[in-house]
Nanobody
Framework: QVQLVESGGGLVQAGGSLRLSCEVS????????MGWFRQAPGKEREFVAH????????SYSNSVKDRFTISRDNFKRMVYLQMNSLKPEDTAVYYC????????????WGQGTQVTVSS
């Protein structure tokens, strides 16, 4: 069983940067995929980015592509989301998630960290 704990959220002005971290504990596998999702008030949770645990593949939503970068450090067992050029519409609770490479279901979630971007 994998456990995920996010950190790094906060308040930032538009155009600023934040780096979110996700600490991964428990049994992991090279066949895992790690992802970031977000949920803004009154909206559904949406995909932001994912990376394979092996680090050989990444994917981004169109709304964050070229501004956000997902990475992982297997030795430290951490997953990161570097967010640059932040916009007010990036304001949301950000969640770290994990799933098996062969699965379509994200079955492990962190508790979330709040990101607020002021205009």
């Amino acid at each position: 069983q994998v456990q995920l704990v996010e950190s790094g959220g906060g308040l930032v002005q538009a155009g600023g940067s934040l780096r979110l971290s996700c600490e991964v504990s428990g049994r992991t596998s090279s066949n895992y995929v790690m992802g970031w999702f977000r949920q803004a008030p009154g909206k559904e949770r949406e995909f932001v980015a994912h990376i394979t645990w092996r680090g050989d593949s990444t994917s981004y939503s169109n709304s964050v592509k070229d501004r956000f970068t997902i990475s992982r450090d297997n030795f430290k067992r951490m997953v990161y989301l570097q967010m640059n050029s932040l916009k007010p519409e990036d304001t949301a609770v950000y969640y770290c998630a994990a799933k098996w490479l062969s699965s379509t279901q994200w079955d492990t979630w962190g508790q979330g960290t709040q990101v607020t971007v002021s205009s």
